[in-house]
């Protein structure tokens, strides 16, 4: 009887960890970073979002844009907020980790630079900024938890198939 149980949870183990394992999330690889900026724009539901220039990426956010074949980076071009969000995909060759590592290194230049004096309800936003990615896509956010979490969802739910 004990070695029947045994054998019983033994199986359930293995099937548990067979059929757990066999679901992975893929991300589609097609769209372009304009359009998904686009729909993350219209979920905050904001008109005030502009896209930067190649030169204000490369120059004010120092960022290396070699490590990404397509990005749209959206700042509040109104309004007395720092809400600002970015969506990359890295150039072939490119990991995830180490584009993802360069807007980490934007996020912490942004953090250290900041001057408390200058609209302090805001740093919170920046305290808690950060970057996602979905397959070869990488997103970071500066914005309020929840158009945080509304942005997010926007750039999973676009980008998830079917795996």
Known sequence: MRYRILSLILALCALSALFGCSKTTEYRDDLPTTDLADLVADTLGSDSFAAMKESYLTG?????????????????????????????????????????????????????????????????????????SAGNYIMYVILSEENKAAALKTFNDYLKTEG
């Open 60 to 132: 004010a956010m120092k960022l290396d844009l070699t490590l990404f074949s397509e990005y749209d980076v959206r700042i509040n071009a109104y309004g007395a907020d720092i809400d600002e969000f970015g969506i990359f995909k890295t150039a072939d060759g490119v990991s995830v980790k180490d584009a993802v590592a360069e807007l980490d290194k934007y996020l912490s230049f942004r953090l250290e630079t900041w001057m408390d004096e200058y609209m302090p309800e805001e740093k919170p936003k920046l305290e808690k900024a950060e970057t996602h």
